[in-house]
């Protein structure tokens, strides 16, 4: 059974800090590609960060210069350290792992608040 944990998230004020983590299990973790997305009240879930097998990433450009996506294999973990936080990036952000010709999956979520 496939798991995405999330974790990490909670309230931070405006210019502060988070480090989100993303704890999979039940894949074969190195050869999926795996993003964050982020989904505000009212509004759809949209992409925040991507990082590929072999180290590339990519970013929305609203998060680019603040958010830094990352991987760790012998933990199984995926990262997104997020800075200069925004009240606008207030959300859920959720974890998503993805490889070609197999299913998508996805974590339950973690909540980021940002206060101005």
């Known amino acids: 059974q496939v798991q995405l944990v999330e974790s990490g998230g909670g309230l931070v004020q405006a210019g502060g800090s988070l480090r989100l983590s993303c704890t999979a299990s039940g894949l074969a973790f190195t050869r999926y590609n795996y993003g964050w997305f982020r989904q505000a009240p009212g509004k759809e879930r949209e992409f925040v960060a991507h990082h590929r097998n072999g180290g590339y990433t990519y970013y929305r450009d609203s998060v680019k210069g603040r958010f830094s996506v990352s991987r760790d294999n012998a933990k199984n973990t995926v990262y997104l350290q997020m800075n200069s936080l925004k009240p606008e990036d207030t959300a859920v952000y959720y974890c998503?792992?993805?490889?070609?010709?197999?299913?998508?999956?996805w974590g339950q979520g973690t909540q980021v608040t940002v206060s101005s």
């Open positions: 998503n792992a993805v490889r070609f010709g197999y299913n998508n999956y």
